[in-house]
């Protein structure tokens, strides 16, 4: 269906309408809190409210969605408003971190509270927005710089490694803490791929190495993990307010020179000649390769994004997905990037993302260590990056993503940066470059015993 021009919809230059409908209410309707016209959000938060005196929220899922949209979005309008530390990823801490706190403190009613954490985990509708993110990025990407990106970003994320862990285990030595639980006890887990994939597996480990109490363990391994995902976070948000002033030193996500949008569609052609039919297509395909990732998983142990990362890759290189279909991708792409990142955070926060122990490793020492540690990480791959002629904002965000809190942390560290076609390459620094890191470690662990 056509788009209806806009001097239709409004009164003309020399038309003055005093009457406040319908004009007034329509201008009115496009001031928005996110992605929700400022009218519905009133109106939202007055039902949120009447629930909640009620004594019972629906568990649909259309209510939850609400809540959710609510919630993400009112915490990221905070961070977006304040001045200076807006510029720095505000609205991804706020919108991670303040339901976290309310979580916490039990400010955020039980029936709200319980509503969001049970639809987050049953649903597991991070794994949603990342297939789509990831599927339809990979489709968007111009084919002949594809697997070259892929190829080369192992090399700053490989060396970045090396350097972070040297200079984080020496930072807390020399801070006093021992480089035996430096290492093993902050460096280790902040670069082991986040909690799942990381901060579980290593606890694990090193209960069965020590033969001491697994949850003992991971009580000390997952405030490093949490805090080194904000840190990156942090960082990710000063690095996109350097690529704006330093513009030769960004791609806005494209990881190197001469890489471009290839299945990019304007927003003229979603409009008139886009068959709606295709984004639907492409929604499911999305699904699909996900699925063949958890088919990966269940046979080889293979991460699933990460799987079906590599099948995406096969998809775009091998032609095997029609141009239709991969502009369908980049509308669904767009559409989860614009519309789900905040209320996906805010669910993150509230049922992910424990409060305290991110405060248990607020001390002057570890967090000297952490922040040590990020940076090297980060710095690194920024330098690695330029010499290997590619983005260095980009490569440090990539970079970034390793010492992120797994997939959550992903989505974080990228909404900071407005970077979230980088999602692939940050899939493979946290599941690949994360399982390596579990992997030395505990190796490590067993010879030193």
Excluded at 393 to 422: F, K, P, W, Y
Aim: glycine letters at 10%; proline letters at 5%; charged letters at 10%.
């Amino acid at each position: 269906m056509k788009a209806i021009p806009a001097k239709q919809l409004m009164p003309g230059k020399n038309e003055v309408s005093h009457e406040f409908w319908p004009h007034a209410w329509w201008k009115l309707m496009e001031i928005r809190i996110g992605i929700v016209p400022i009218p519905i959000y009133f109106l939202l938060l007055a039902l949120i409210v009447g629930f909640v005196i009620s004594g019972k929220v629906p568990t649909d899922i259309s209510v939850s969605i609400a809540i959710l949209c609510v919630g993400g979005f009112t915490c990221a309008e905070f961070g977006k408003r304040l001045p200076f530390i807006r510029n720095f990823g505000a609205a991804a801490i706020f919108a991670t971190f303040i339901p976290s706190y309310l979580a916490f403190s039990h400010l955020l009613p039980d029936v709200v509270l319980k509503n969001v954490v049970d639809f987050t985990k049953s649903t597991n509708f991070l794994y949603l927005f990342i297939a789509s993110i990831i599927v339809g990025s990979v489709l968007s990407m111009d084919r002949t710089v594809l697997i070259k990106g892929f190829i080369k970003i192992f090399i700053p994320l490989a060396i970045g490694s090396v350097v972070a862990a040297i200079v984080g285990t020496l930072v807390g030595t020399l801070l006093g803490l021992g480089a035996f639980h430096t290492f093993f006890y902050i460096v280790a887990p902040i670069m082991a791929g986040g909690v799942g994939e990381g901060a579980i597996p290593l606890s694990i480990g090193y209960a069965g190495i020590l033969h001491q109490g697994q949850g003992d363990i991971f009580a000390q391994v997952l405030p490093p993990v949490m805090l080194g995902s904000l840190t990156a976070i942090l960082f990710a948000g000063m690095l996109n307010s350097l690529g704006k002033k330093y513009p030769k030193l960004t791609g806005e996500g494209r990881l190197q020179p001469g890489e471009h949008d290839e299945m990019q569609p304007d927003e003229e052609k979603i409009t008139d000649q886009m068959d709606i039919g295709h984004i639907a297509a492409a929604g499911i395909t999305a699904i699909s390769l996900y699925m063949v990732g958890l088919m990966c998983f269940r046979i080889f142990g293979f991460p699933a994004p990460v799987a079906m990362l590599f099948v995406a890759v096969i998809f775009k290189l091998s032609r095997a997905v029609s141009p239709q279909l991969q502009q369908g991708s980049f509308v669904v792409y767009k559409f989860f990037s614009t519309a789900v990142t905040y209320p996906l955070l805010f669910a993150i926060g509230a049922s992910l993302t424990p409060w305290d122990k991110l405060v248990a490793a607020f001390n002057v020492v570890n967090l000297i260590t952490i922040v040590s540690t990020v940076a090297t990480l980060m710095a690194t791959g920024f330098v690695v990056g330029r010499w290997l002629k590619m983005y260095p904002i980009e490569t440090a965000i990539v970079n970034a993503c390793h010492s992120g809190q797994g997939g959550t942390g992903d989505v974080a560290i990228l909404t900071a940066a407005n970077r979230m076609q980088l999602m692939p390459f940050a899939q493979i620094a946290t599941r690949i470059g994360g399982a390596i890191m579990v992997t030395l470690s505990l190796l490590a662990l067993s010879q030193m015993k």
